[in-house]
């Protein structure tokens, strides 16, 4: 073999030929899915006033998994009226009872984990080791986070109680189905609130099956009800008179019609929304790490991550050494059904996003960026996009300025630290950051610097029910998670 045809094979056939494949190594256990999901409603299912429902499809195949209920106007009127009724008794409970309904919520989920794991898999498309791993057990630490803070309320400001907001409406997205929904229920249950929660219409199961588990729980009826369906659906429990607050994560667009709606209602509100993260590699960082902190940071859940690293910085210096040591793992990465134990990166969630992921990858190529694809044989039922690296990008291009929400990510290479924070803060957003350096002082600098809610230091997509996660900018306002996540769920008084 000469040397020149040597350099260009990739790492793993060099190392292992292409005779070693993985074998499938599918995950059997049974979701325990239903056909059709009424509405959760004052701790009963409700048939929606409606009489419509829709149907919730597997973006692994495309194939129809449960029909879901399709609630209007009314079904989210009676859902009010359930939380409000419910809301004198569980307010008035004290802190150490409304912890133990918290504590039993996170120990059923971790006795069921395996069967919400796949379902969110089945429902969203990303891959059973990350809901194995991440999304089902972080959820279920968030309920512990929060049933530690019910009955120390009196301990979160100095002098301060922290009252009940009253009923409040949530509405979450389909990227982390059943985490978003522990974000959210957890510390407004804590601070004594009642709940009306919406899922995003595409994966609204973990959220239905979730409700079993308030019912396995003995949480007093009301406290919490669960209303399906789309934006209409969210229109609804956003603009609903009883409702005391309104916690949104989606879209930016969708949000900022959330904001102007509410404005002069005197309805509490939190946005958490888009994002179009740097993650900036300095010459002196650790390579190897930081290219597995590069593929954490844009893989992740296919990229369907409001925080996703989408936006590559690294010093010219050492760019090209990057860049070949990225695209060599690109090629180990397995693209495919997210049922497998094997998987990397899963289904895309929906045609919806695979056609707007698509869109700004053709806008990048037209506008002059260089793409890269690993050369990977991809499912042909379901929605799957292959990894893809743009090079030659300007910051002008549409690839580095909007949120792909997919497996794309844009490389730009700056020379100076000062460099660094003007490209990675010239965005509309501001979410997250990463560095990765050797210098805990430039670390530091550079966290400081940056307009983000969240910095990551050498490491990327670490999460805490501890620690405060939201944007600034149009990423959105307010926190999620730690002390300051609680406050938002409560009045100072
Ligand atoms: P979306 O913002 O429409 O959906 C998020 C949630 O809002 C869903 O539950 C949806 O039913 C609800 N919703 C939609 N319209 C509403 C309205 N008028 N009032 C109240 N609730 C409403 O997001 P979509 O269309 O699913 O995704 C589009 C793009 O948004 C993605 O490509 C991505 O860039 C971004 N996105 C960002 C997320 C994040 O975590 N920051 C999550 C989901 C999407
Ligand atoms: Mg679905």
Known sequence: MS?????????????????WEYDPAPETSSPQLQDRYTLFINGKWTAPRTKKFFTSLSPRDGKPLADIALAGAADVNAAYQAATSAFPAWSKLPGAERGKYLYRI????????????????????????????????????????????????????????????????????????????????????????????????????????????????????GVVNFVTGAGETGAAVVNHPLAKKIAFTGSTAVGKGIQRALAGTGKKLTLELGGKAANIIFEDAAIDQAVEGIVNGIFFNQGHVCCAGSRLLVQESIASAVMQKLKIRLRSLRVGDPMDKNTDIGAIHSLKQWEKIDELVKAGVAEGAELYQPP????????????????????????????????????LTFRTPEEAVEKANNTPYGLSAGVWTDKGSLAMKMAAELKAGVVWANTYNKFDPTSPFGGFKESGFGREGGKQGLLEYAELI
């Open 376 to 411: 990977c044989a991809l499912p042909e039922d379901g929605y799957y996009y292959a990894p893809s690296i743009f090079t030659n990008v300007s910051l002008s291009h549409r690839i580095a300025r909007e949120e792909i929400f997919g497996p794309v990510l844009s490389v």
């Open 106 to 221: 996170a120990r059923l989920l971790q006795d069921r984990a395996r069967e919400f794991a796949v379902a969110e898999t089945l429902d969203g498309g990303k891959p059973i080791k990350e809901s194995r791993d991440f999304d089902v057990p972080m959820a279920a630490a968030h309920f512990f986070y929060h049933a530690g803070w019910a009955d120390k309320l009196d301990c979160a400001m100095p002098g301060k109680t922290l009252a009940p907001l009253g009923v409040v409406g949530q509405i979450i997205p389909w990227n982390f189905p059943l985490l978003m929904l522990a974000w959210k229920l957890a510390p407004a249950l804590a601070c004594g609130n009642t709940v009306v929660l919406k899922p995003a219409e595409t994966t609204s199961i973990t959220c239905l099956k979730f409700a079993t588990i308030l019912q396995e729980a003995g949480l007093p009826p």
């Open 3 to 19: 040397a020149k045809s040597r350099t260009r094979t990739p790492a793993r056939e060099l190392l292992f030929g292409n005779l």
